[in-house]
């Protein structure tokens, strides 16, 4: 089974002064804070490379990840990403624009 295109937002950036379409990077980002952790999926501007991240979860204990992810996230598995690149609801939910196409 193949993945879902991977989504492009739209939202303001600061480096363009204006509305920008963001790409996934293609990396993870998670920094631990004694046992909890914060994830992101990092996003940039697709003009000017300014990055943005995207959060996944949020002050959650590792034992709660989806099984097998935590070491996705450390690896920047690109099977990962594609996933939760590709997880339409996921950023519709979080209010975000999505570009078209
Ligand atoms: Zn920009």
């Given at each position: 089974?193949?993945?879902?295109?991977?989504c492009?937002?739209?939202?303001?950036?600061?480096?363009?002064?204006?509305?920008?379409?963001?790409?996934?990077?293609?990396?993870f980002?998670?920094?631990?804070?004694?046992?909890?952790?914060?994830?992101w999926?990092?996003?940039?501007?697709?003009?000017?490379?300014?990055?943005w991240?995207?959060?996944?979860?949020?002050?959650?204990?590792?034992?709660?990840?989806?099984?097998?992810?935590?070491?996705?996230?450390?690896?920047?598995?690109?099977?990962?990403?594609r996933?939760?690149?590709?997880?339409?609801?996921?950023?519709k939910?979080?209010?975000?624009?999505?570009?078209?196409?």
């Amino acid at each position: 089974m193949g993945y879902a295109k991977e989504c492009k937002i739209i939202r303001r950036c600061g480096g363009c002064g204006k509305k920008m379409v963001f790409e996934c990077a293609g990396k993870f980002r998670v920094n631990a804070n004694g046992r909890r952790l914060d994830v992101w999926l990092i996003y940039r501007c697709q003009r000017c490379g300014r990055t943005w991240n995207v959060p996944l979860f949020e002050r959650i204990s590792p034992e709660k990840l989806p099984a097998g992810q935590y070491e996705g996230f450390l690896d920047n598995d690109q099977e990962l990403v594609r996933q939760y690149a590709g997880d339409r609801g996921f950023f519709k939910g979080k209010g975000y624009e999505l570009a078209k196409g």
